[in-house]
């Protein structure tokens, strides 16, 4: 079993929409829980912290369940340049050992 | 700031020769700097962890005498694949980690490595 999980997509939605990504993780000691994006052929970008308590960040929001494993991203108003593979990311001590999802492919068309 | 390089960007080389990639913190200086590998479609997997000034700690599975790793200043870290073959071919990322509290990690740009 993979130690983060996602559903790879792709997720084809129009210029607007919301669209949600869902990831789990097996490792029980994480305490770390990031988002990334990574465009096509380029390095991954951090995109924004995971905390317990959730957390917005313009039209981003992720959200935490420690008792279920699983961070979601929610992005609102997409746009086309949201376009992206989003990388799930959890640690098990901040800024140590990074273990990544395979990521979940979003294409936004106008 | 807190930029990250490497190079070379991308690298074409015969099976059996040796290349040599380095990943450079620009402004600021980096105790620990990690190596990645992506393979198409698949997640970025943890190669090595390098701390300056000792031996790098190797991954299961990642053969430390073919990928040899030094991080010889705060600054410099660099992976050598030695015989290479055309399974080396990838996508290395390295990352590296500032001497902050925040510990946060910031990537550089890649290598693309094709072995023929």
């Known amino acids: 079993r993979k130690e983060v999980e996602q559903d790879p997509g792709p997720f084809n939605v129009p210029e607007g929409a919301t669209v949600a990504f869902n990831c789990t993780y097996s490792n029980s000691a994480s305490q770390s829980f990031f988002w990334y994006r990574q465009d096509c052929r380029k390095e991954p970008k951090l995109l924004m912290s995971v905390y317990s308590s959730g957390n917005e960040d313009g039209r981003f929001t992720a959200q935490l369940n420690r008792a279920s494993q699983y961070i979601s991203l929610l992005i609102r108003d997409s746009k086309l340049s949201d376009s992206a593979t989003y990388l799930c990311?959890?640690?098990?001590?901040?800024?140590?050992?990074?273990?990544f999802g395979a990521g979940t492919i979003l294409r936004v068309k106008s | 700031g807190a930029v990250v390089s490497q190079h070379p960007s991308r690298v074409i080389c015969k099976s059996g020769t040796s290349v040599k990639i380095e990943c450079r913190s620009l402004d600021f200086q980096a105790t620990t700097m990690f190596w990645y590998r992506q393979f198409p479609k698949q997640s970025l997997m943890l190669m090595a962890t390098s701390n300056e000034g000792s031996k790098a700690t190797y991954e299961q599975g990642v053969e430390k005498d073919k990928f040899l790793i030094n991080h010889a200043s705060l600054t410099l870290s660099t992976l050598t694949v030695t015989s290479a073959h055309p399974e080396d071919s990838s996508f290395y990322i390295c990352?590296?980690?500032?001497?902050?509290?925040?510990?946060?990690?910031?990537f550089g740009p890649g290598t693309r490595l094709t072995v023929t």
């Open positions: 990311v959890v640690s098990e001590v901040y800024g140590n050992k990074l273990v």
């Open positions: 990352s590296a980690r500032a001497k902050t509290s925040s510990y946060e990690q910031y």
